[in-house]
């Protein structure tokens, strides 16, 4: 009996042939999805990588945002939800699902939450307060989603006078509402962020050039017991602007509705 280990296994030469055609067909298809992908000038091109590469995900980011960029919002959703099955975790995945929502009219704000919370803490990126002031719906949020979106939202006092600075009064407005409404949202669970979004909406309702809207004005004057949540070297300065939001409205803040 021939021993095992030196047996031969004879291999069909179409079998062969076969594998090797299959191998070169592979390599090429790779070889030109790669270079499709590093030199991607059309919407066909793009989709011609994603067919070639379809494991890499960096394709698909690219696809998505060109398809976006063409108003082709069905695709470059597609193209989203494949990104996000194979790199769930990269934020730039979750912004462009969040656009690719946004476009097609659908509820996006959760998906502009998760890109808000990926973006690494060390990492300083504008785009990130973006995120985050996109994920504040007008109505309901999950009280922990709002207080992780407060925290990223927290800034200090002179990067918010910078960031204020750098606004239109439409702009300061719509900002103000936004962190007025993640205030409530977050007091189910810390009245500390709820204190920390209602004094920023303040600050922003105040430094607009324009006037500010009556429910704006007094849903801020109702929240004032979120004042004792306040860091104690931030209560002198929500008194002062306080002060202002009533002047603004044209009311004495004795007079003002109470909490």
Request: glycine letters at 4%.
């Given at each position: 009996?021939?021993?095992?280990?030196?047996?031969?296994?004879?291999?069909?030469?179409?079998?062969?042939?076969?594998?090797?055609?299959?191998?070169?067909?592979?390599?090429?298809?790779?070889?030109?999805?790669?270079?499709?992908?590093?030199?991607?000038?059309?919407?066909?091109?793009?989709?011609?990588?994603?067919?070639?590469?379809?494991?890499?995900?960096?394709?698909?980011?690219?696809?998505?945002?060109?398809?976006?960029?063409?108003?082709?919002?069905?695709?470059?959703?597609?193209?989203?939800?494949?990104?996000?099955?194979?790199?769930?975790?990269?934020?730039?995945?979750?912004?462009?699902?969040?656009?690719?929502?946004?476009?097609?009219?659908?509820?996006?704000?959760?998906?502009?939450?998760?890109?808000?919370?990926?973006?690494?803490?060390n990492i300083d990126l504008p785009d990130r307060y973006l995120f985050a002031l996109n994920s504040i719906p007008p109505e309901g949020m999950d009280p922990d989603t709002a207080v992780a979106v407060s925290v990223v939202l927290s800034f200090s006092r002179e990067k918010m006078s910078?960031?204020?600075?750098?606004?239109?009064?439409?702009?300061?407005?719509?900002?103000?509402?936004?962190?007025?409404?993640?205030?409530?949202?977050?007091?189910?669970?810390?009245?500390?962020?709820?204190?920390?979004?209602?004094?920023?909406?303040?600050?922003?309702?105040?430094?607009?050039?324009?006037?500010?809207?009556?429910?704006?004005?007094?849903?801020?004057?109702?929240?004032?017991?979120?004042?004792?949540?306040?860091?104690?070297?931030?209560?002198?300065?929500?008194?002062?602007?306080?002060?202002?939001?009533?002047?603004?409205?044209?009311?004495?803040?004795?007079?003002?509705?109470?909490?």
């Open positions: 009996v021939t021993p095992l280990s030196n047996r031969k296994v004879n291999i069909p030469a179409f079998v062969s042939v076969v594998i090797l055609l299959f191998s070169l067909f592979w390599s090429y298809s790779v070889i030109t999805g790669y270079s499709l992908m590093s030199n991607t000038r059309t919407v066909a091109d793009a989709e011609q990588a994603c067919r070639r590469i379809p494991w890499e995900e960096r394709i698909f980011l690219r696809s998505g945002q060109m398809h976006l960029y063409n108003n082709m919002v069905l695709a470059a959703l597609e193209d989203s939800e494949h990104f996000l099955e194979l790199y769930p975790e990269y934020y730039r995945g979750w912004e462009l699902r969040a656009s690719a929502l946004d476009a097609a009219g659908r509820e996006s704000c959760s998906a502009w939450a998760r890109a808000a919370l990926l973006v690494p803490e910078d960031l204020v600075s750098r606004m239109n009064s439409d702009e300061t407005i719509l900002m103000s509402a936004k962190l007025l409404n993640l205030s409530l949202y977050c007091r189910e669970v810390s009245m500390y962020h709820a204190g920390r979004m209602w004094f920023q909406s303040l600050i922003c309702a105040v430094d607009a050039d324009g006037p500010v809207p009556a429910d704006l004005g007094f849903n801020l004057l109702n929240g004032r017991d979120l004042y004792l949540y306040l860091d104690q070297d931030w209560k002198p300065r929500a008194e002062e602007y306080l002060e202002l939001l009533s002047e603004k409205m044209g009311m004495d803040l004795l007079s003002a509705p109470s909490p």
